[in-house]
């Protein structure tokens, strides 16, 4: 338990998956007093995530749908939480995609573009709007992966795309 955190505001990006690391995160910071915000894609159940959350620690949360491949939702995402919240305290880049394919001639251009976007792009474009709303002492935690620093045969695109976090 980390009881500086009571109160403040989380932001975890795709943490609308029950099975996956972002909704771990957030069950972790909610049971610490957090108040999380689930930012994913509007197709994931981050509504069903929040409600449980609610349900199971009694925390304030909230739903932001999220593509981090399309600039207008980033923009909108930034938008209304400035409306909702003073400042985000934490920031957890934590979507990410890790397409498997056997070799890197196989990969449709489309694809190698959709990682750098979600995995690399992304998270800055939303840290650059998030800006007014990120404190001094705010944290950002980015997820990052062994595949940025060894290569993966089966996971091409993550090789260049998650050092890039490392810098
Ligand atoms: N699972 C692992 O073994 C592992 C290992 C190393 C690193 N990681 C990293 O940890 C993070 C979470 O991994 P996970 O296994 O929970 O993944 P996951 O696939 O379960 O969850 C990824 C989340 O990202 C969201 N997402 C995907 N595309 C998005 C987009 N365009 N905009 C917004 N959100 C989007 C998904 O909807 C999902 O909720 C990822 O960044 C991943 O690269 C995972």
Redesign the pocket.
């Known amino acids: 338990m980390y009881s500086d955190l009571e109160g403040k505001v989380a932001l975890i ?5 029950r ?4 909704f771990g995160i957030a069950r972790a910071l909610a049971r610490d007093g957090m108040e999380v915000v689930f ?3 509007p197709g ?1 159940d981050a509504a069903g995530c929040c409600r449980t959350l609610r349900e199971e620690t009694g925390c304030a949360c909230s739903v932001q749908p ?4 399309d600039e207008a939702s980033i923009s909108e995402c930034a938008s209304r939480l400035a409306e909702r919240y003073e400042h985000i305290d934490v920031l957890v880049n ?5 397409p498997r394919q056997q070799r890197v001639g196989d990969m449709e251009d489309a694809l190698w573009d959709t990682v750098f ?3 690399l792009f ?1 998270p800055f474009k939303l840290f650059k709007q998030l800006l007014p709303l990120l404190r001094h002492k705010s944290s950002i935690v980015n ?5 940025g620093k060894r290569h993966l045969p089966a996971m091409p695109p993550i090789r260049p795309a998650r050092p890039g976090w490392s810098c």
Do not use: P
């Open positions: 990006t795709g943490a609308g998956d099975e996956g690391i972002g930012a994913d894609l994931m999220l593509d981090l491949t934590n979507a990410g995609i890790f976007a979600v995995n992304g997820m990052a992966s062994r595949a």
